[in-house]
């Protein structure tokens, strides 16, 4: 295997749908265990290099592996009602937005550490003053 990004990213992608697949409802989370432990003894397994535990690198695959497939429900579920809105709006920022926050979750798990809990935080104050807004 070649030491490449989006070689890693398809290793943890696997070693993360193969941890859903065992744990579908519970996920880690409710067991107390790390995403990154979880997903590291397969990620290690199918390619022997990789040196430290890493995150799914996908926000959606995180949701799964911390909260099984509900995690991936409302996740989805979340981003879906940010586009439609944005669609039924007509604003080009939620649109803008969202295309971000799904473009980046397909390769990040931003949502799960501190940068992305403010990205999240600043997000929603943008949404709900647009919405506001509009009531106007």
């Avoid at 996908?58 to 981003?79: A, D, H, K, P």
């Avoid at 940010?82 to 980046?104: A, C, D, H, R, V």
């Avoid at 104050?125 to 009531?135: N, S, T």
Wanted: glycine content about 8%; proline content about 1%; overall charge positive.
């Amino acid at each position: 295997l070649v030491d490449s990004t989006i070689c890693i990213f398809s290793l943890l992608w696997k070693a993360s749908f193969n941890d859903i697949s065992k744990h579908p409802i519970s996920g880690t989370s409710f067991r107390g265990i790390s995403s990154k432990s979880s997903i590291y003894k397969e990620a290690k397994s199918l390619y022997p290099k990789l040196q430290k535990e890493k995150n799914c690198h996908n926000n959606f695959l995180e949701c799964g592996v911390r909260y099984g497939i509900l995690g991936i429900i409302l996740f989805s579920l979340m981003t879906i009602f940010l586009l439609i809105t944005g669609l039924k709006q007509g604003s080009f920022e939620i649109i803008g937005i969202w295309i971000l926050l799904f473009l980046f979750s397909l390769t990040e798990s931003f949502m799960f550490r501190e940068q992305g809990i403010s990205i999240v935080a600043i997000l929603i104050a943008i949404f709900g003053a647009r919405l506001y807004e509009r009531d106007i």
